[in-house]
């Protein structure tokens, strides 16, 4: 059954796979940061503060009205990105079809993270596709989403610190959204499951999708990791 899910996924749907994909990188490579900063600012953003096209270094550099603007403009962009692939399998009502939806849905949430990390319109120079991610997170399984945000905030409380919270949250991202969708096999949540049928095949596609996507954010934030060991990261809310 695995070899004939991906057999069809690629051979038979390879248009929707193509179109998902590019569709979500290019939208996503559209940089609310980088055009809101030029706008207000008349500068680039990935040349203020820590140089990250993203919400935390505009809400640092530039204040809370810009920021709040790239925060919702960079949550649209995994929002519309899995939308694409979701209404061009609208019908798609089959137990095999259903999972092939699913796998093209996290597909283009990677590449939507992909598009704001590596942008194609400003010489693949991007954010961090944290906000991003956490918008594919609640189009694919709003459940994981609740999960990281749980995460996010116990650790927040205790850090105060965005780059940790985030790390953390996408180096368990793979392992929550596989142990999820195993409860699901196990119908533990039957009520709750994007899906009617939760199968090894889909298990492991999340699995593989959301690690490589979980490793990338860990890669993307490699100067916060080197602040943190010396420990010289700043803290979102300072003392002062």
């Not at 600012?41 to 919400?55: C, E, L, T, V, Y």
Request: aromatic letters at 12%; a positive charge; charged letters at 15%.
């Amino acid at each position: 059954m695995i070899l004939e899910l991906m057999t069809d996924l690629f051979a038979n749907h390879w248009l929707y796979l193509l179109i998902s994909c590019l569709a979500a990188y290019l939208i996503s490579s559209i940089s609310t940061s980088i055009i809101v900063t030029s706008l207000v600012m008349h500068k680039d953003i990935r040349k203020q503060g820590s140089g990250n096209a993203g919400f935390t270094n505009v809400l640092r550099t530039v204040g809370k009205g810009p920021a709040i603007i790239t925060f919702v403009g960079d949550f649209l962009k995994g929002v519309i990105s899995v939308l694409i692939p979701y209404f061009l399998t609208f019908g798609w009502d089959s137990i095999e079809l259903q999972q092939e939806r699913q796998i093209l849905m996290y597909l283009a949430g990677l590449f939507a993270v992909l598009g704001h990390m590596f942008p194609v319109y400003y010489r693949f120079k991007g954010g961090k596709g944290v906000v991003t991610t956490a918008s594919v997170m609640l189009m694919t399984d709003w459940r994981v989403l609740v999960i990281a945000l749980i995460i996010f905030g116990i650790f927040f409380a205790v850090t105060k610190t965005i780059s940790k919270c985030s790390l953390l949250c996408a180096g368990t991202y793979p392992f929550v959204s596989a142990g999820v969708r195993l409860l699901d096999a196990t119908a533990s949540f039957p009520t709750l499951a994007p899906v009617s049928h939760t199968s090894p095949f889909l298990i492991g596609c999340v699995f593989g999708i959301t690690f490589v996507l979980g490793l990338t954010i860990i890669i993307k934030h490699k100067d916060n990791i080197k602040r943190i060991l010396n420990g010289t990261e700043k803290k979102i809310i300072s003392k002062k």
